[in-house]
């Protein structure tokens, strides 16, 4: 693989069992580039080595005074000249090729393991270990590719060299011969405390960049709360506890490098030492002694490398297992899906919690607890969470018999205004349920198809979930909305809907041509407030046009007036379509078709948002932020005919029109 043939077709499928498995797995899958630069490494290394042999005999040949082998010797010093400059350079070559493409195959595994797991991953992983994976570490692994096929070819180049002198000169050849080996093994002790403290530097760095890439998310709300210096305190304690523990990792390799000075000069004080004794009793030659001593000078070259693939492999290690780590991951559900790939239609329902979204209709659906509803959010998208484990066959069918009864159950019922409960309440008699172990829930049904059955793009095309939190990439606001969609939404629409002109007016002042479509957006949407960045989520999602469109708080950001607005557009531009809010904002409940309260994980009441407000109290307590206290007043106000301060009850008719007036208001 060349760098101009990336992206890989098919990265691979790797061993993600831990991470020396997965450097193995990736050094198996770039054997071909490994071969060549091994092949041009031994080329570059076996020049170098060689150099001493031509400068030991120009240096007899002038002893001897010989004019036909110095030139000779000459000769073979300039073709060892022209082979080590060619095999450098296609050593460095292939070598950063393979540092490239390595990084590129992790890249593409990275990104498809991110496509497959969804909002699932930063559930499972920490953002920051993400970032810290796809950047510092992919280079990482990279670097101990490329270091490699360096280290096998310098290995080989040391074996051949200390064989050549033992038959060159046996005398001091077998000094070197042992020498050799002890100097590449005695930086063995040292590594394993090296690796612990440079694993605790980048741990300690990951922690760092997970604290500030948080602080820069929450920016906004920090200054909002005074509480800036306090993160900035915190970060900078993290960022000296980084600069501490890499001095103490430096403090190590810098130990193992003068070990790799001090043994090679102390080998060498000895062949000289001994080669000048041997020379004295003449049993070697002037030329021999040069000779085995450029030798042992120029061998320190290659070993290097020993060093160098030392350090590649304790920093590529733990990279390579967060790595692992994070391409271990599994969706519950397989993305090839057991149904054919094609979009289901018809009634939204979860048999865990009893929720249906009848099709074409409005729903909007309160949950006490935020966690829930982002929950909830994520099970009707068909995005499993940590708990939906196990297999689900066993309950398809339960699930789908459950769907049909609830079906039939809203038909009978009409809108569901006229009563104040569903009969999908969760109180267990749910066959759902009870066909359903504990550790395996049943899937969200579309139309009476498992989402979890139809492949993950049908799946995805089906049902849209924004969460409440929707992230906005970089680039034009063109190419933000330029998203798949079935093509009945125009952007222009969408955008209307969501009430988005004045983020029009202010990116069409950021235009070079004034039109809002060609404005940049920055990364994550920071130059616009929360609410303009909902908005613009909104529209993003509206364009889509999904046959089913569950959103989580879209507009918690949003002034009322604005909320209003939306809430009216939504509910025009969605017509006919399947559309589920989660909110406990009343301006939305007010116009929704269907209203949902799902209380400790069941639907427990269903209806009309004023009806709720009249006949459910743990309705009236989420939507009013109704107290306890003011609840028992309430209570006890309607049953004596008075106001909660003693004066003469309003009756149904007063209650209702003071609810106009406080929405209006």
Not at 167 to 187: E, H, N, S, T, W
Not at 565 to 584: Q, W
Request: glycine residues 10%.
């Amino acid at each position: 693989m060349q760098i101009h043939d990336l992206p890989y077709p098919d990265p691979g499928l790797p061993d993600a069992r831990s991470g020396p498995r997965f450097l193995l797995w990736l050094g198996r899958n770039q054997l071909g580039g490994q071969l060549k630069s091994l092949c041009w490494g031994l080329l570059h290394f076996l020049s170098v080595a060689s150099l001493p042999y031509g400068v030991g005999f120009a240096v007899q040949a002038v002893v001897d005074g010989s004019g036909s082998r110095l030139a000779l010797a000459g000769g073979l010093i300039l073709l060892l000249g022209a082979a080590l400059a060619l095999g450098d350079t296609m050593l460095h070559r292939t070598a950063v090729t393979n540092w490239i493409t390595a990084a590129a195959r992790v890249q593409q595994l990275l990104a498809r393991r991110t496509a497959a797991l969804g909002a699932a991953l930063t559930r499972r992983v920490a953002a920051g270990e993400v970032v810290a994976v796809s950047t510092g570490d992919v280079e990482k692994i990279g670097w101990f590719v490329e270091a490699l096929s360096r280290f096998a070819a310098a290995a080989v180049t040391v074996v051949v060299v200390c064989v050549g002198l033992v038959l060159y000169q046996p005398a001091l050849g077998i000094v070197v011969a042992v020498g050799m080996p002890v100097l590449a093994l005695a930086v063995l002790p040292l590594l394993p405390r090296a690796t612990r403290r440079a694993d605790q530097q980048r741990e300690k760095a990951g922690r760092a960049t997970e604290l500030a890439s948080d602080t820069v998310a929450g920016l906004r709300v920090l200054r909002g709360i005074g509480g800036e210096e306090l993160f900035l305190d915190r970060y900078r304690r993290a960022s000296q506890e980084v600069r501490t523990a890499a001095v103490r990792s430096a403090r190590m390799w810098s130990l193992i490098s003068a070990v790799q000075v001090l043994l090679p000069g102390l080998l060498l004080i000895a062949v000289v030492w001994y080669g000048i004794e041997l020379a004295r009793q003449g049993r070697i030659t002037v030329g021999e002694l040069v000779t085995v001593y450029s030798a042992v000078m120029i061998l320190n070259y290659p070993l290097r490398h020993f060093e160098e693939i030392a350090m590649a492999y304790s920093f590529s290690r733990p990279s390579a297992q967060r790595a692992a780590r994070v391409l271990s991951l599994e969706r519950v559900t397989e993305p090839g899906g057991l149904r054919a790939a094609e979009a289901p239609a018809g009634d939204l329902y979860d048999p865990v919690t009893g929720l249906l979204a009848p099709a074409g209709r409005l729903t909007a659906v309160v949950c006490g607890d935020p966690d829930l509803a982002g929950r909830l959010a994520d099970r009707l998208g068909g995005h499993p969470t940590d708990a939906d484990t196990g297999t689900r066959s066993a309950s398809a069918s339960a699930s789908a018999s459950a769907s049909a009864s609830a079906s039939a159950s809203a038909s009978a019922s009409g809108d569901g205004s006229g009563s104040g409960s569903d009969s999908h309440s969760g109180s267990g008699s749910d066959p759902a349920k009870a066909a359903t172990p504990v550790t395996a829930l049943p899937s969200v049904l579309l139309g009476g198809v498992p989402l979890d059955e139809l492949p993950l793009d049908t799946a995805r095309t089906a049902v849209l979930v924004q969460d409440k939190d929707p992230v906005l990439l970089s680039g034009t606001l063109a190419e933000l909305l330029d998203v798949p969609s079935s093509g009945s939404v125009r952007p222009a629409a969408a955008l209307a809907a969501a009430q988005c002109a004045d983020v029009l007016d202010a990116l069409s002042q950021a235009s070079l041509d004034d039109d809002p479509m060609n404005a940049r957006i920055t990364e994550r949407g920071r130059s616009l407030s929360g609410g303009q960045r909902q908005r613009l989520a909104l529209a993003r999602s509206l364009v889509t046009d999904p046959e089913a469109l569950v959103l989580d708080e879209p507009t918690s950001a949003v002034d009322s007036h604005t909320e209003a607005r939306i809430a009216e557009g939504l509910r025009a531009l969605r017509s006919g379509r399947t559309t589920v809010v989660l909110t406990s904002s009343p301006l939305l409940l007010d116009r929704a078709d269907r209203v949902v309260l799902v209380h400790e994980g069941t639907v427990a009441a269903v209806g009309e948002h004023r009806e709720l407000v009249l006949n459910e109290p743990r309705y009236r307590a989420v939507v009013t932020r109704e107290t306890d206290e003011e609840a028992a007043s309430a209570a006890l106000s309607r049953n004596a005919g008075t106001s909660p301060h003693g004066e003469p009850g309003l009756g149904d008719a007063g209650i209702e029109e003071l609810t106009e007036i406080e929405e209006t208001a």
